[in-house]
T-cell receptor, first 115, second 113 residues
Framework: AQSVTQLGSHVSVSEGALVLLRCNYSSSVPPYLFWYVQYPNQGLQLLLKYTSAATLVKGINGFEAEFKKSETSFHLTKPSAHMSDAAEYFCAVSEGGGSNYKLTFGKGTLLTVNP | DGGITQSPKYLFRKEGQNVTLSCEQNLNHDAMYWYRQDPGQGLRLIYYSQIVNDFQKGDIAEGYSVSREKKESFPLTVTSAQKNPTAFYLC????????????FGEGSRLTVL
């Protein structure tokens, strides 16, 4: 079974600072990878996804992530944090295929943006 | 607008009662999923279904049941056998095939008193 590790359950940055949220996965076979964002009491919204095309993936709201096979990582970055980026972020990895296709999620990283 | 509708948004029940959470999608997606979210534990998969009249257990299926009688509907029943039912429940759907992201509903928060 796949596993996803998000380093740091809580990350705090100042407005305008770089955002870096870390994600490592366990698979030896490159899977599909995803980052989602969740605002309080809401569902998850897709930020970006890696599906074996370009290793640097650009998403919504200025976020991007780089797939590094050698490091089994898919870290999320944003050059300049905005107050509206404060939310919980989840990394997910695909597992199985066909009738068994599913996503396994990390435990999440809560991002706080300080003025 | 196409999307996933979960109801109710908030639900309170007494211990020992069964509860059914509704999930409807009008995206014409083949696959549907139920996840449970607890603080600090991320999302854990309860059940999923790729086609009508077929579904698979996820990692934490005990104490839950589902049905998939229609493509657009995937209700989840939290039974009295579920030891810790209080949680935020998220339904999701996916177009189908061997790839693709999940699209999520707004969630249902169940509190068992």
């Amino acid at each position: 079974a796949q596993s996803v590790t998000q380093l740091g359950s809580h990350v705090s940055v100042s407005e305008g600072a770089l955002v870096l949220l870390r994600c490592n996965y366990s698979s030896s076979v490159p899977p599909y990878l995803f980052w989602y964002v969740q605002y309080p009491n809401q569902g998850l919204q897709l930020l970006l996804k890696y599906t074996s095309a370009a290793t640097l993936v650009k998403g919504i709201n200025g976020f991007e992530a780089e797939f590094k096979k050698s490091e089994t990582s898919f870290h999320l970055t944003k050059p300049s944090a905005h107050m509206s980026d404060a939310a919980e972020y989840f990394c997910a990895v695909s597992e199985g295929g066909g009738s068994n296709y599913k996503l396994t999620f990390g435990k999440g990283t809560l991002l706080t943006v300080n003025p | 607008d196409g999307g996933i509708t979960q109801s109710p948004k908030y639900l309170f029940r007494k211990e020992g009662q069964n509860v059914t959470l509704s999930c409807e999608q009008n995206l014409n997606h083949d696959a549907m999923y139920w996840y449970r979210q607890d603080p600090g534990q991320g999302l854990r998969l309860i059940y999923y279904s790729q086609i009508v009249n077929d579904f698979q257990k996820g990692d934490i299926a005990e104490g839950y049941s589902v049905s998939r009688e229609k493509k657009e509907s995937f209700p989840l029943t939290v039974t009295s056998a579920q030891k810790n039912p209080t949680a935020f429940y998220l339904c999701a759907s996916r177009l189908g095939g061997n790839t693709g992201e999940l699209f999520f509903g707004e969630g249902s928060r169940l509190t068992v008193l």
